[in-house]
């Protein structure tokens, strides 16, 4: 099976990767060194229920600790969600993050798509979603930013949309796992309205705010104690390890390096925006910590066409969003990552389009 996100360092050569949404300045040392200390704990087996790490996240979010389930990352809850749900029907926004649809299939779902158009921005339309939501769909996959547009849906609207589902029957899953990076989180998040709306579920993750990609740690948080019942008796036991809850817990401590790498990240994000754009290439509304952009002049034959090829051929790897819905290979998706490390994208960006505007000025 062809590999379908970023972060593939596996089956190429790279010096930089761009192509995942981590925070680049890594792993937090309280955390490393939690996650070394545990491993005297894996010895035996850990606890299924994550109860040290579920209190601490509902402390930390303000919600009651029955509200929190812990999963081998984000993708674990998805895909139990669906196995919970089992919904005959589903709508979800393109372009999206793909486990949503793999998830679907997996239990024999039909899906429906809410196409985000780029003479929109790439926003929600709330009348085509009220369209679409008259197909009766069972469940709604939402993005909040998207991934990976970076676009984030105020949370005036998002409870506008919660609210409509509710009263459709709707079962409303929201991706917040790139809310923290944005300016303003608290202006996007439905966690502090479970209650009222309870066919919300929030899917989270320790993944990219805290670069912990390779010890799988996500969490969800609902307020229907009944589905939050039938995805304890799906999901696999002991998915999430020793290591991995000790981590979890050390990084809830670590607020300093989240407002410190949050600040960096946005004012890098700016500087990166507007250098693409110095370049020609056609920047989106990004607000996390990645931007998502064309190069209107991908279409042509030239190396400008090809600029995650021409990239990778200098060790740096881009994320090409061919294989999202609705997007082509002239649009690509960078994470955000230090200072140095973005002036060499943009160095040889600059590099590789002047050489395309040669050869186009030959021919």
Not at 207 to 230: F, I, N, Q, S
């Amino acid at each position: 099976m062809e590999y379908q996100h970023g972060g593939d360092i596996y089956s190429q050569e790279v010096d930089l990767d761009f192509s995942a949404n981590l925070n680049p300045f890594g792993l937090p040392e309280a955390v490393r060194r939690a996650a070394a200390d545990s491993l005297g704990d894996c010895t035996v087996y850990p606890d299924s229920s994550s109860r040290k790490l579920t209190a601490a996240l509902a402390a930390y979010h303000g919600v009651p600790q029955e509200q929190v389930i812990c999963g081998n990352g984000a993708a674990d809850l998805i895909f139990g969600l669906a196995l919970a749900l089992k919904p005959k029907r589903a709508l979800v926004t393109a372009p999206a993050f793909s486990e949503y649809e793999q998830a679907l299939d997996a239990v024999d779902c039909r899906v429906s798509w809410l196409d985000l158009r780029e003479q929109d921005g790439f926003r929600l339309n709330p009348r085509e979603l009220l369209e679409k939501l008259s197909g009766e769909p069972q469940l709604l996959f939402l993005c909040n930013p998207n991934n990976p547009t970076g676009v984030s849906i105020p949370r005036e609207d998002m409870e506008w949309v919660a609210g409509v589902c509710r009263k459709q029957g709707v079962r409303l899953a929201v991706d917040e796992c790139f809310c923290d990076f944005l300016d303003a989180p608290e202006s996007c998040s439905l966690i502090p309205f479970l209650e009222k709306y309870p066919n919300v579920f929030v899917l989270k993750a320790f993944t990219k705010l805290y670069a912990m990609a390779g010890l799988r740690l996500g969490y969800g948080l609902c307020a229907d104690g009944e589905l939050m019942e039938r995805l304890k008796q799906v999901r696999q036991p002991w998915s999430v390890s020793s290591v991995a809850q000790a981590a979890g817990l050390a990084a809830l401590g670590e607020t300093g390096y989240v407002r410190a790498s949050t600040e960096a990240i946005a004012r890098e994000r700016r500087w990166l925006s507007g250098e693409l754009t110095r370049l020609g290439l056609t920047v989106y509304g990004s607000e996390a910590n990645y931007i998502f952009f064309r190069d209107p002049a991908g279409a042509d034959r030239s190396v400008r066409g090809r600029l995650y090829e021409a990239l990778l051929e200098r060790r740096i790897l881009i994320r090409s969003c061919a294989n999202y819905r609705g997007l082509d290979n002239t649009y690509y998706r960078v994470c955000v990552r230090l200072h140095e490390d973005n002036e060499i994208l943009i160095r040889e960006l600059e590099r590789i389009l002047a050489g395309a505007d040669h050869l186009e000025r030959q021919e």
